[in-house]
């Protein structure tokens, strides 16, 4: 009989020298459109022929759609006296696979939630008694259960933007926990919130050394947002990645949105110390996670990996207009839901969302 991995099982062991060898047996254009990172592609028509191919001395995890495929094909691998398994649920599981990262700041924890299948950071901010969560996903029981291990109630939330790629849990997760919940009204909601300006600070009760500063970064989107933490680290949502920055193209305005972005990057971003941690919003396939390290780079790091950050405008904006990618799936249909205008019940909703995040200029 072969065993069952979980998607947790399989996140643990992803970037660590006991990492298995993961064999996607969907079709090449599924296999295209959206993979774990380090997958090889056989599909289940072509897995007996190719199978010599394959190493025997790694564990081998089959994963498909939703796990019927990859439980045959994990047969048919176990035969050949192979260390198999297959991945409980396929790829829709791992659309929803989370872990966490605590970062010590002070007297202050940060925990990095990531979103394994959409590459999906989010946080909370946690002191004393309280907490604060920037960017949540519409699963708030991990943000609940998390603030719950930490003893802390969740007392404000916060988005860093209109989100264009996956559900935002913001307003829920408010709702659910009798949280404030702060926006900038740059961007469209038709909810009630509290907006947010530069010059608001948000502090942890039990004299903290903490606050949160809204820092408004159009560029990715009309009301992208960073929040500066302890004065140590700053969340920077999609305005800039340890890979690359934030796509200007979703709003059909690309070089208008490519200006406002080098002006956010050069006014708010480069002005802050080069030990200044960025945590942000989402991660892409290049960047390796492994358990226990945050998704993060000083930004003086980024300084001099990043080239765009050197760039002047007019080669900035060229730049970032050129390396058009094709759009978040089913954009419109996101969009539309977290700005409170749902075209379609949520559960239908999360089937959109399904995918990769295309949120970042390629580089």
């Given amino acids: 009989m072969v065993r069952e991995m979980s998607v947790a099982e399989l996140a643990s062991r992803l970037g660590t020298e006991d990492e298995p060898l993961i064999v996607d047996v969907r079709e090449q254009d599924e296999f ?6 380090g997958a090889i592609n056989i599909p289940l028509g072509e897995l007996a022929a190719r199978m010599p191919t394959l190493p025997t001395d790694r564990e081998l995890v089959a994963v498909c759609r939703s796990g019927n495929r990859s439980t045959r094909a994990a047969d048919t691998l176990a035969h050949s006296d192979r260390q198999v398994a297959n991945l409980a649920g396929g790829m829709l599981a791992w659309a929803i696979a989370y872990d966490s990262v605590l970062i010590e700041l002070g007297d202050v924890q940060v925990v990095q939630v990531r979103r394994r299948g959409k590459g999906c950071l989010s946080y909370l901010i946690g002191a004393g008694d309280s907490a604060f969560v920037v960017d949540p996903s519409s ?8 603030a719950e291990g930490h003893g802390w109630r969740i007392r404000r939330v916060f988005d860093t933007h209109l989100h264009a790629d996956h559900l935002s849990g913001a307003r829920s997760l408010a709702g659910a926990n009798g949280a404030s919940l702060h926006l900038n009204p740059a961007d469209d909601f038709d909810f009630e919130f509290e907006p947010l300006s530069d010059s608001d600070r948000f502090e942890l009760p039990e004299g903290a050394a903490m606050s949160v500063a809204a820092l408004g970064t ?9 929040y500066v933490v302890a004065d140590r680290a700053v969340l920077s949502g999609d305005t800039i990645f340890v890979e690359s920055v934030g796509r200007p193209d979703l709003a059909d305005r690309a070089e208008e949105f490519a200006r406002n972005l080098y002006a956010s990057l050069h006014d708010k971003v480069l002005g802050l110390p080069d030990d200044t941690l960025v945590l942000p919003g989402h991660y892409g396939d290049a960047v390796v996670v492994r358990p226990g390290d945050p998704v993060a780079a000083t930004l003086g790091d980024l300084r001099r990996s ?5 760039f002047d405008e007019e080669t900035f904006v060229a730049w970032a207009t050129q390396r058009a990618a094709p759009r978040p799936p089913n954009y419109e249909e996101i969009i539309k839901a977290n700005m409170g205008r749902p075209t379609a019940p949520f559960d239908a909703l999360r089937q959109l969302e399904i995918g990769p995040n295309r949120c970042a200029v390629s580089a």
């Fill in 218 to 226: 159009p560029g990715h989107t009309n009301g992208s947002t960073m």
């Fill in 306 to 310: 990043l080239a765009p950050l050197s």
């Fill in 139 to 146: 699963d708030i029981d991990v943000y609940e259960q998390l």
């Fill in 32 to 37: 295209a459109a959206w993979s774990i990172p």
